[in-house]
Every structure is written in structure tokens, then in C-alpha cells.
């Protein structure tokens, strides 16, 4: 069976070994200090009784092209206007993403950020917050425990938040053996990529109350929202299900607010 995660993550290591060919590690560190993050996620999603991180994704792996009526940068506007709490900004190729798109939608929201790829090495970390990302996604599949243990505190020097990815039990136990304050139960396996929200409802009672849990993946309608957000998480990550929405606004507005999502599945 075809492993999609494994193929990026080799293709990551190139990457990321051109990228500090390009730019040398102790030079991209230089640049890091001109700007300084101050956790703006967990300032807004603490402040907020419900969340959603409006993702600006224009392909999937495993699906192919999934938006061509909007650009990332049109797609970043919209949320912004319509409720979003954050919006995740995919630099990885397999996405169709790019560094440069993080710093356009950078100069034009104010929202916080969150860098979609697949860290594997604190390289990526400190070149996130030189792009403008206010966090950073730690997945735990493809970490050690003591890497994801290390990273979570870089971001964190750096003023960044993490938000740790899970996808069963095991990693579930890496990622609650870190601090982590935010903990994103990915519907979607990753070997696979094929979905389902039951698997957020069933890792979630596994997760301490100090933690934030967001769903990820899978969540096509409000009434998936809604059965994430009374089953305790305090929000969700969209991407494909907005992005194939007839009208993305309005499914953004629905997604964004807790007293909306009850109303109308009543």
C-alpha cells in the first residue's frame, strides 16, 4: 500500500538540505531575531469559546486540485472577513504551497498563522517566524518523543505556538508526554489519507483538561462541528471543506460560531 506520508517526508529531508544550502542555518537564525512572536494564538483562541483555523489549501496528495476559483491570497481575505480565528497556510509543494505564500497572506491579515508542513528539523522552525507564522505544526508520526519534546520548547523561545499533531494512541502518548497546550487530533490517516471524525471523538477523552483540542480534517458540514465541539474540542481546522464550499464566506461564517453551529442543528 502506497505510504503518502512516508514519500513526503523523504522528499522533505531534500528539501530542507537545499534550503540551508541556499541559506545557511546560522544566517536564517540572524534574520529570526528582527521579528519576535508573542504566542497571538493562544492569546486569541483562550479569549474565544470556540475556534476555527480556516486553512487556504489548493491540493491534496491524494486528491489532486480541490480549489480553482480562489488563490491563496483570496482565500486568506475571505476567512479574515468571516470569522476565522486563524488561518494555516500550507508551504509544502504536495499542497501546491510555498514559503511566499505565507508572507503574502503575512501582509495581508492580521490574523495568526499557523505554517502547514512537515517539520522535521529545527531549520523549519526558525524559518517559519522569519515568514511571519505565529505557530507551527509538530507532527508527532514523524518525530521522535524527544524531538517533539525539543521542538515544542524552541517554538516556544521563539514566541511561536505549537500545535501538536496526533493520529492514535501511540502518538497521542508522545504528544501528552510534552506541555503542549494545543493538541490537533488529524481525522485524516496519514498513510491513507481517507477521513472520519470518529477519530477525534475517540482520542479526545484520552486528552488532560489543560489541553486545547482541535479537530482536523474530515469536517464537511456544521453538523460535524457541532458533534466536535459538544464532544469538548475547542475548534476545528478546515481546508478541503471549505475550499470545495459553493460559497466559501458562508460556510466560514457557519463554522465560526458555537451558538450557530447548536442553532441549526437542532
Same mark, same amino acid.
Given at each position: 500500500?502506497?505510504?503518502?506520508?512516508?514519500?513526503?517526508?523523504?522528499?522533505?529531508?531534500?528539501?530542507?538540505?537545499?534550503?540551508?544550502? /541556499?541559506?545557511?542555518?546560522?544566517?536564517?537564525?540572524?534574520?529570526?531575531?528582527? /521579528?519576535?512572536? %508573542?504566542?497571538?494564538?493562544?492569546?486569541?483562541?483562550?479569549?474565544?469559546?470556540?475556534?476555527? &483555523?480556516?486553512?487556504? #489549501? @489548493?491540493?491534496?496528495?491524494? #486528491?489532486?486540485? *480541490?480549489?480553482?476559483?480562489?488563490?491563496?491570497?483570496?482565500?486568506?481575505?475571505?476567512?479574515?472577513?468571516? %470569522? !476565522?480565528?486563524?488561518?494555516?497556510?500550507?508551504?509544502?509543494?504536495?499542497? *501546491?504551497?510555498?514559503?511566499?505564500?505565507?508572507?503574502?497572506?503575512?501582509?495581508?491579515?492580521?490574523?495568526?498563522?499557523?505554517?502547514?508542513?512537515?517539520? &522535521?528539523?529545527?531549520?523549519?522552525?526558525?524559518?517559519?517566524?522569519? @515568514?511571519?507564522?505565529?505557530?507551527?505544526?509538530?507532527?508527532?508520526?514523524?518525530?521522535?518523543?524527544?524531538?517533539?519534546?525539543?521542538?515544542?520548547?524552541?517554538?516556544?523561545?521563539?514566541?511561536?505556538? !505549537?500545535?501538536?499533531?496526533?493520529?492514535?494512541?501511540?502518538?497521542?502518548?508522545?504528544?501528552?508526554?510534552?506541555?503542549?497546550?494545543?493538541?490537533?487530533?488529524?481525522?485524516?490517516? *496519514?498513510?491513507?489519507?481517507?477521513?472520519?471524525?470518529?477519530?477525534?471523538?475517540?482520542?479526545?477523552?484520552?486528552?488532560?483538561?489543560?489541553?486545547?483540542?482541535?479537530?482536523?480534517?474530515?469536517?464537511?458540514?456544521?453538523?460535524?462541528?457541532?458533534?466536535?465541539?459538544?464532544?469538548?474540542?475547542?475548534?476545528?481546522?478546515?481546508?478541503?471543506?471549505?475550499?470545495?464550499?459553493?460559497?466559501?464566506?458562508?460556510?466560514?461564517?457557519?463554522?465560526?460560531?458555537?451558538?450557530?453551529?447548536?442553532?441549526?442543528?437542532?
Amino acid at each position: 500500500m502506497r505510504d503518502i506520508l512516508a514519500e513526503i517526508v523523504e522528499k522533505k529531508r531534500d528539501l530542507v538540505a537545499e534550503a540551508k544550502r /541556499r541559506l545557511p542555518f546560522a544566517e536564517l537564525k540572524e534574520r529570526a531575531k528582527e /521579528r519576535s512572536g %508573542g504566542f497571538s494564538m493562544a492569546k486569541r483562541f483562550h479569549a474565544c469559546d470556540w475556534n476555527l &483555523i480556516a486553512e487556504c #489549501k @489548493l491540493q491534496s496528495p491524494a #486528491k489532486g486540485r *480541490l480549489c480553482c476559483t480562489h488563490s491563496v491570497e483570496e482565500l486568506a481575505r475571505i476567512y479574515a472577513a468571516n %470569522g !476565522a480565528s486563524m488561518l494555516s497556510v500550507h508551504t509544502d509543494p504536495h499542497f *501546491l504551497g510555498a514559503n511566499e505564500d505565507l508572507v503574502r497572506v503575512r501582509s495581508l491579515v492580521d490574523l495568526p498563522l499557523l505554517r502547514k508542513d512537515f517539520i &522535521i528539523d529545527e531549520y523549519q522552525i526558525v524559518e517559519a517566524q522569519t @515568514l511571519g507564522a505565529d505557530a507551527v505544526l509538530l507532527i508527532a508520526r514523524i518525530l521522535s518523543p524527544a524531538q517533539l519534546q525539543e521542538y515544542v520548547f524552541r517554538a516556544w523561545e521563539m514566541g511561536l505556538d !505549537a500545535l501538536v499533531e496526533v493520529h492514535d494512541e501511540a502518538d497521542m502518548e508522545a504528544a501528552l508526554a510534552t506541555p503542549a497546550e494545543f493538541i490537533g487530533i488529524n481525522n485524516r490517516n *496519514l498513510q491513507t489519507f481517507t477521513t472520519s471524525i470518529e477519530n477525534t471523538l475517540e482520542l479526545l477523552p484520552l486528552v488532560d483538561e489543560k489541553r486545547m483540542v482541535i479537530g482536523e480534517s474530515g469536517i464537511f458540514s456544521v453538523e460535524d462541528a457541532r458533534r466536535l465541539q459538544e464532544a469538548g474540542c475547542g475548534g476545528i481546522l478546515v481546508g478541503e471543506g471549505l475550499v470545495r464550499a459553493d460559497d466559501v464566506a458562508e460556510m466560514t461564517r457557519r463554522l465560526t460560531a458555537p451558538g450557530a453551529l447548536a442553532k441549526e442543528s437542532a
